[in-house]
């Protein structure tokens, strides 16, 4: 393995290390949040792994290159919103495969995914020497294999907390599979948004036929009766719906982002909702 580790810290935070014999590059920051919510993360942190395995010794390729770049909640306006915003980190990470016990501790999976990774490729990698032997150039082509994946913070402010985790996977053949998987959170009732959070079940039929308008000129659908995504995430600029290539087009589209403003959504938010009197859906205005 190729390793190169840096570990820096910037500010008042502890860097989390991710001391593991098998993480190749990680490193730790702190930076003040944008826009900090009444009910929000004041603070994150940022940590990195870069590493390559080579599956044999004497040979650059075939390998496998993981890199993984997070920025994660370092403080925040109480306990629960931390343990909260964690715990929805974890999850998005290809649905918490890669969590241990404690599912509110992103720096836990990190470490697993890392390891997890590295050891299914060269579970993989022992199984394929069996069909090349010494076929190098066959084995280069076939068990070289990359993975990148970023979580990133999307919103912060109004009480609401968005994230999204970026994974690009390539394992041979023409290319390799992206998905975004994306959420958000109410922090002052600690609540995931759903779609019957916020809306009631008429008005979900009403966004499929705007997300439907709004792809009609620019898309080839693959079927015009798909349904309305749970992938999404919200800002001040409404709810950004998110597909992932071949979902509802063709794979050369590549990801499909819907965004519908809140001036089309906000008479759809059902009287019900918690969220209906967040400023970020209905503004205080000001005579």
Request: with cysteine.
């Amino acid at each position: 393995m190729k390793r190169f580790w840096n570990i820096k810290n910037y500010g008042f935070m502890a860097v989390a290390t991710l001391a593991s014999a098998l993480a190749g590059s990680c490193s730790s920051k702190s930076e003040t949040a944008v826009g900090v919510a009444p009910q929000g993360i004041t603070s994150f942190k940022h940590i990195s792994v870069d590493t390559t395995m080579t599956l044999f010794s004497n040979y650059e390729k075939p390998d496998c290159r993981l890199q993984l770049n997070f920025d994660l909640p370092a403080a925040a306006s109480s306990q629960k919103v931390l343990e909260l915003t964690n715990t929805l980190i974890v999850t998005l990470t290809q649905d918490g495969t890669y969590a241990s016990d404690k599912k509110n501790d992103p720096e836990m999976m990190i470490r697993n995914y890392t390891k997890t990774y590295i050891r299914n490729y060269l579970e993989e990698g022992n199984d394929a020497i069996n069909n090349f032997g010494d076929d190098m150039v066959g084995a280069a082509t076939w068990m070289s294999y990359e993975e990148n994946c970023d979580g990133t913070a999307l919103y912060n402010d109004n009480d609401v907390f968005s994230y999204s985790v970026r994974i690009y996977s390539y394992t041979g053949g023409a290319h390799g599979n992206s998905t975004n998987c994306v959420a958000s959170l109410d922090l002052k009732n600690l609540r995931n948004v759903t779609l019957d959070y916020l809306f009631a079940e008429p008005a979900i039929g009403q966004i499929r036929e705007m997300m439907v308008d709004y792809l009609r000129n620019d898309y080839q659908l693959l079927n015009e009766e798909f349904d309305v995504t749970e992938n999404f995430y919200l800002s001040d600029k409404g709810i950004t719906f998110i597909y992932d290539p071949f979902e509802i087009a063709a794979y050369s589209y590549g990801e499909i982002a819907i965004t519908l403003g809140w001036d089309q959504l906000r008479p759809l938010v059902s009287d019900n909702s918690p969220l209906k009197q967040n400023q970020l859906i209905t503004p205080v205005t000001t005579e």
